[in-house]
């Protein structure tokens, strides 16, 4: 069985940087889509950043609109582990961020496998 353990969620001033971490353990996850969502108090689970292995050592990222140029994916197969580096935060990035690996290579594809805890990220003025 696959886990996934979401780290590095904490409190930050508007305009500044968090990183978070997901380390997977039970399977290698290297051929998986890895992605991030969030969800704000009162609102629905939404899509944040995935990444997806696009064949041989070739993986391809994409992100929310709500996030590009702020945000950054990554991945670490060899750790198992994926990554959000979050630069220029806004309090509307306050939510709880969960990591998940899925079976499949087409980024628009939601139906995720399995899903962390999640980690609180809270952006104050």
């Known amino acids: 069985q696959v886990q996934l353990v979401e780290s590095g969620g904490g409190l930050v001033q508007a305009g500044g940087s968090l990183s978070l971490s997901c380390a997977a353990s039970?399977?290698?996850?290297?051929?998986?889509?890895m992605g991030w969502f969030r969800q704000a108090p009162g609102k629905e689970r939404e899509f944040v950043a995935t990444t997806i292995w696009s064949g041989g050592a070739i993986y391809t990222g994409y992100l929310a609109d709500s996030v590009k140029g702020r945000f950054t994916i990554s991945r670490d197969n060899a750790k198992n582990t994926v990554s959000l580096e979050m630069n220029s935060l806004k309090p509307e990035d306050t939510a709880v961020y969960s990591c998940?690996?899925?079976?499949?290579?087409?980024?628009?594809?939601?139906?995720?496998?399995?899903w962390g805890q999640g980690t609180q990220v809270t952006v104050f003025t």
């Open positions: 039970g399977r290698t996850l290297s051929t998986y889509a």
């Open positions: 998940a690996a899925g079976q499949f290579t087409d980024w628009r594809r939601r139906d995720y496998d399995y």
